[in-house]
């Protein structure tokens, strides 16, 4: 409901790549609530190396592979 009142003209497609997102994005922000600034900053290199080198990149956290996927 909260991704879809933000993008009220938004096809069916496109909401749910935004839903998507928004769903990663809120459980990402609940895991890193728990790490400290070296866990926090691991993931975020994991993640990053999963968005830039996908073919080559093996992700090792969980939040990682969900990128990934």
């Known amino acids: 409901l ?3 009142m933000c993008y ?3 096809a ?3 909401l749910r790549v935004c839903c998507d997102f928004m769903n990663w994005l809120f459980h990402l922000d609940n895991i890193s609530d728990d790490m400290d600034n070296r866990g926090t900053a691991s993931t975020g290199v994991d ?3 999963t968005l830039w080198l996908p073919e080559r990149y093996r992700p090792v956290t969980r939040v990682g592979k969900m990128t990934k996927e």
Do not use: D, K, W
Request: glycine share 0%; hydrophobic share 50%; proline share 17%.
């Open 12 to 14: 069916f497609p496109q």
């Open 47 to 49: 993640i990053m190396n």
């Open 8 to 10: 009220p003209n938004a």
């Open 2 to 4: 909260l991704t879809a």
